[in-house]
């Protein structure tokens, strides 16, 4: 049974760029979350899609976008990427309760 | 919002040691989660523990959702168990609050 997947692992951006990260949930998990994780920090909520929809929403600015795939699926798009951007991105799945994490996505912004 | 508190921010043990993490949230929670962060970032699961005890061999937890609460037992460490513990609430539609974590360091 394959865990919660994310692509790519690395990725290294410029300023004013934007990113895709994808994320594809654990079989039989329909509730994706996304998460930031800072170094040195705990992971801080994104945005969560349920149904294709997003269904709850962290404090982070209009710039972080996502979209939620018939097949659960899902990706978290950010434009215009800063500097305080880089952080590793973490993606959750869930069915009830307990919540899974891939292993991230590492982004640099330079 | 719910806060969560974990202390200690830091431990360090000598191989073979227990050690307990602590972790306080601020209000009552339906969820509550331990995770082990590997060097490599990943979060690996280790409890799913609203209420009660439970134990995964040198590793259990106990959660005392009345007095906001939970705590994190590790027997016999190993060094394998070096990385950051981190405890997560669930706020309201499945949104999780983690703390700042606690640094472990298990020395040979």
């Known amino acids: 049974d394959a865990g919660v997947t994310q692509s790519p692992t690395h990725l290294i951006k410029t300023r004013g760029q934007q990113v895709t990260l994808r994320c594809s949930p654990k079989?039989?998990?329909?509730?994706v979350s996304w998460y930031q994780q800072a170094l040195g920090q705990g992971p801080q909520f994104i945005f969560q899609y349920y149904e294709e929809e997003e269904r709850q929403r962290g404090n982070f600015p209009d710039r972080f976008s996502g979209h939620q795939f018939p097949n659960y699926s899902s990706e978290l798009n950010v434009n215009a990427l800063l500097l305080g951007d880089s952080a590793l991105y973490l993606c959750?799945?869930?069915?009830?309760?307990?919540?899974?994490f891939g292993e991230g996505s590492r982004l640099t912004v330079l | 919002g719910i806060q969560v508190e974990q202390s200690p921010p830091d431990l360090i043990l000598q191989e073979g040691a227990n050690s307990t993490l602590r972790c306080n949230f601020s209000d009552s929670v339906n969820n509550l989660q331990w995770f082990h962060q590997n060097p490599w970032g990943q979060l690996i699961n280790l409890f799913y523990?609203?209420?009660g005890t439970k134990q995964n061999g040198r590793l259990s937890a106990t959660t005392v959702a009345t007095e906001r609460y939970s705590l994190l037992y590790i027997s016999s460490s190993q060094t394998t168990d070096s990385g950051v513990y981190f405890c997560?609430?669930?706020?309201?539609?499945?949104?999780?609050?983690f703390g700042a974590g606690t640094i472990l360091r298990v020395k040979s």
């Open positions: 959750a799945s869930s069915s009830t309760g307990e919540l899974f």
């Open positions: 079989s039989g998990h329909d509730t």
């Open positions: 523990i609203p209420s």
């Open positions: 997560a609430s669930m706020e309201y539609g499945n949104k999780l609050v």
